[in-house]
């Protein structure tokens, strides 16, 4: 299993990024896929999670309404679309595959990419 995410960078707040993950190695569209994050000394943090037909999904509410995931079962593709980035989004934001009978935690999950929000 590879999970490459990329898309990530600096922005100042209010600003918006597209994360993508492109992934191989199992067959993406089998899979419930995830996006979290981890913030410097704080635990991982659940983000959203979209099902394998791209069609139902759930936001932490922390996120909600700021933040949109969706897939390319086409192209093995994860996207995360975050629109009105706050200075509290700055984390490493890792996508992940869905694990049957494990916490969130254990999900697969790639390197990551670094999100800043900084004026």
């Known amino acids: 299993v590879q999970l490459q995410a990329s898309g990530g960078g600096l922005v100042q707040p209010g600003g918006s990024l597209r994360l993508s993950c492109v992934t191989s190695?199992?067959?993406?569209?089998?899979?419930?896929m995830g996006w979290f994050r981890q913030a410097p000394g704080k635990e991982l943090e659940w983000v959203a999670t979209?099902?394998?037909?791209?069609?139902?999904?759930s936001y932490a509410d922390s996120v909600k309404g700021r933040v949109t995931i969706s897939r390319d079962n086409a192209k093995n593709t994860l996207f995360l679309q975050m629109n009105n980035l706050k200075p509290e989004d700055t984390a490493r934001y890792y996508c992940?595959?869905?694990?049957?009978?494990?916490?969130?935690?254990?999900?697969?999950r790639g390197q990551g990419t670094q999100v800043t929000v900084s004026s």
């Open positions: 190695g199992f067959n993406f569209d089998y899979y419930a």
């Open positions: 979209i099902n394998n037909h791209g069609i139902r999904t």
């Open positions: 992940a595959k869905y694990e049957a009978f494990a916490p969130y935690s254990d999900w697969p």
